[in-house]
Nanobody, 123 residues
Framework: QVQLVESGGGLVQPGGSLRLSCAASGFTFDYYGIGWFRQAPGKEREGVSCISGATGKEYYVESVKGRFTISRDNAKKTVYLQMNSLKPEDTAVYYC????????????????WGQGTQVTVSS
């Protein structure tokens, strides 16, 4: 049974940090690229960052460059998103997803999705 389980969300003040985790099971993790997405109320889902399992290449949307860092631990089948200098506009439900790795940072198609974790940045 394929599962992606996000954790680490919560309420944080502007300028604070959170580390999200995405724990995978039920598929060959090393062969999959993993992406982080977010969706704020009333907005479309946005791709935030992704990482290749084969090459380690990373991608970040412009709005999080220099603040967020994606990493993966293939032994633990887990991908992390370290989020620093958080802003109110980072508030959203964050999802991780997995797709076949093509060597690029981000899969072309995502096959598996997690249930999401809420991140709220507010004073």
């Amino acid at each position: 049974q394929v599962q992606l389980v996000e954790s680490g969300g919560g309420l944080v003040q502007p300028g604070g940090s959170l580390r999200l985790s995405c724990a995978a099971s039920g598929f060959t993790f090393d062969y999959y690229g993993i992406g982080w997405f977010r969706q704020a109320p009333g907005k479309e889902r946005e791709g935030v960052s992704c990482i290749s399992g084969a090459t380690g290449k990373e991608y970040y949307v412009e709005s999080v460059k220099g603040r967020f860092t994606i990493s993966r631990d293939n032994a633990k089948k887990t991908v992390y998103l370290q989020m620093n200098s958080l802003k109110p506009e980072d508030t959203a439900v964050y999802y991780c997803a997995a797709g076949s790795d093509n060597g690029s940072a981000c899969p072309k198609t995502y096959y598996y999705w997690g249930q999401g974790t809420q991140v709220t940045v507010s004073s």
